[in-house]
């Protein structure tokens, strides 16, 4: 039996390889079809969600992985625009960050973050860590519904010349459909 699930798109913001790789590794055998988008510094990753320049066709994320420490614009900054406006705020936002101190915690829960999780230093507890992330965002939480954020000139045409969501099939016993916003 086929049935179509809409694939997850996930924004992830973080500047070490390392710690990417431990990510996408992790979500390789996925119960759940994603994309995962990579950034390295907080002003790429509002050129991302703003599509804008090289991001003008980007997908509008389901989810954020958020690093807190990072190049150029830090994840509290980014925490703080995106949660600032209109079309971006209901993203949900995973902080996920290798700062355990308790100003850290305050201030990215005060500044909408949807929860706070300490890197692990270990692989396999790192890869435990995203695979709960995956389980519990992706097949128990429903997600906000995709909004349209207001277009740039630039993006308007791009808009137009591709779909909001691309579909794929996939067998039922091969994937689990996440609790998508577009299904």
């Given at each position: 039996?086929e ?51 090289k ?13 807190l420490?990072l ?5 509290r ?87 909001e ?19």
């Open positions: 039996m049935a179509t699930v809409h694939i997850i798109e996930i924004l992830m913001v973080e500047d070490s390889p390392s710690d990417v790789f431990i990510t996408k590794k992790a979500m390789e055998n996925s119960k759940v079809a994603n994309n995962l988008h990579v950034v390295q510094d907080g002003v790429e990753a509002m050129a991302f969600l703003r599509r804008e320049g991001y003008a066709t980007a997908p509008r994320p389901d989810i954020i992985f958020l690093d420490n190049p150029r614009k830090d994840g900054e980014v925490l703080s625009e995106l949660k600032a406006e209109e079309g971006l705020k209901t993203i949900p936002v995973v902080v996920l960050t290798s700062s355990q101190a308790d100003q850290d915690v305050l201030r990215a829960y005060g500044l909408h973050a949807n929860c706070y999780i300490t890197k692990p230093v270990d692989f396999a507890r790192f890869k435990d860590v995203v695979k709960g992330i995956e389980n519990f965002w992706f097949t128990i939480v429903t997600l906000p519904p995709q909004l349209r954020v207001p277009a740039t000139n630039t993006q308007a045409a791009s808009e137009k010349e591709r779909p969501v691309s579909p794929v099939v996939v067998r039922e016993k091969e994937k689990v459909p996440a609790k998508s916003p577009r299904t």
